[in-house]
């Protein structure tokens, strides 16, 4: 296992425009979260799943994102109509419900232009 | 609200000398966990060191090691004997009820040759 894994890692996009990130977790994490890390800002939780199930969401996901995981394996993130304030790092970590210790990915890094 | 404090936005440490990165944290949970990652330069965050709690020991990690203060919600890390390698973000955490982790504003530690 090479731990998690996160696609694409940099993205640049024109405002307005529709985006999606994919996350594959550690094979037999079933908790997968997802946080957004601004410049010189820690990361900032958006949501969280327990298998396929989206437990959390957080006040700072509007309307404009939306979370999946189908199959309680891989994860998308998708923004729609993105805006020049969605530029960040978005990060992915899971862990096994029974351990404490989250794993994350690279990050994918959101440019709108 | 959980939040966690991070108030040195920078600190610089000499070679094989000591350092220690202040964190505290604020909740009215009984039960939660500690962590301290690192997230070197356009790399993924790592975990550090982790502190359960209900432990009243401290944890160690080889050089690193941290001073849980559980009244006074004060978790620092200490680095001894600093390497090059070390030279990252590091950011304080907690994980509250098995669900979001919350994370500090984080700390750039450089190294000094």
């Known amino acids: 296992d090479t731990g998690v894994s996160q696609n694409p890692r940099h993205k640049i996009t024109k405002r307005g425009q529709n985006v999606t990130f994919r996350c594959d977790p550690i094979?037999?994490?079933?908790?997968l979260y997802w946080y957004r890390q601004t410049l010189g800002q820690g990361p900032e939780f958006l949501t969280y799943f327990q298998n396929e199930a989206q437990l959390e969401k957080s006040r700072l996901l509007s309307d404009r994102f939306s979370a999946e995981r189908p199959k309680g394996s891989f994860s998308t993130l998708e923004i729609q109509r993105t805006e020049q304030g969605d530029s960040a790092m978005y990060l992915c970590?899971?862990?096994?419900?029974?351990?404490?210790?989250?794993?994350f990915g690279q990050g994918t890094r959101l440019t709108v232009v | 609200a959980q939040t966690v404090t991070q108030s040195q936005p920078e600190m610089s440490v000499q070679e094989a000398e000591t350092v220690t990165l202040s964190c505290t944290y604020d909740t009215s949970e009984s039960d939660y966990y500690l962590f301290w990652y690192k997230q070197p330069p356009s790399r993924q965050m790592i975990l550090v060191i982790r502190?359960?709690?209900?432990?009243?020991q401290n944890a160690t990690e080889n050089r690193f090691s941290v001073n849980f203060q559980k009244a006074a919600k004060s978790f620092s890390l200490k680095i001894s004997d600093s390497q090059l390698g070390d030279a990252a973000m590091y950011f304080c955490a907690s994980l509250y009820t098995g669900n979001q982790f919350y994370f500090g504003t984080g700390t750039s530690l450089t190294v000094i040759p």
């Open positions: 970590a899971s862990r096994y419900s029974g351990d404490i210790e989250a794993f």
């Open positions: 094979s037999e994490h079933n908790r």
């Open positions: 502190q359960e709690a209900y432990k009243q």
